[in-house]
């Protein structure tokens, strides 16, 4: 699977900005995705994750202002981002995980490890 995010960019506080993560290779309605972001100097963390079934899960730096979906036809993945913060400033990343078995609780979306392929980032500059 190849994943390739775009539609970072900067933006004032309060702003909008949609995020685009075009997959290759597979299908994304058979596979588990999520987004990340790393902010300078800090390690990546969890930001939204998409299931199967069309469960959504959400860190709770971003939730109620970020939302997570998908277009199958496209074979992409959203994150829309609203109320935007200085601190969502970082370098988000989209993730996939190759099929498995078994169901995913939150623990297994917001751990990295869980994710076996990864899109180069996109930069998201929030201005104060």
């Known amino acids: 699977v190849q994943l390739q995010a775009s539609g970072g960019g900067l933006v004032q506080a309060g702003g909008s900005l949609r995020l685009s993560c075009a997959a290759s290779?597979?299908?994304?309605?058979?596979?588990?995705m999520g987004w990340f972001r790393q902010a300078p100097g800090k390690e990546r963390v969890f930001v939204g994750g998409?299931?199967?079934?069309?469960?959504?899960y959400y860190g709770d730096a971003v939730k109620g202002r970020f939302t997570i979906s998908r277009d199958n036809a496209k074979n992409t993945l959203y994150l829309q981002m609203n109320s935007l913060k200085p601190e969502d400033t970082a370098v988000y990343y989209c993730?996939?995980?190759?099929?498995?078995?078994?169901?995913?609780?939150?623990?297994?979306?917001?751990?990295?490890?869980?994710?076996?392929?990864w899109g180069q980032g996109t930069l998201v500059t929030v201005s104060s």
């Open positions: 998409s299931s199967l079934s069309g469960g959504k």
């Open positions: 290779g597979r299908t994304i309605s058979s596979i588990r």
């Open positions: 993730a996939a995980a190759s099929p498995s078995f078994g169901q995913w609780g939150y623990s297994d979306y917001i751990a990295e490890s869980r994710y076996d392929y």
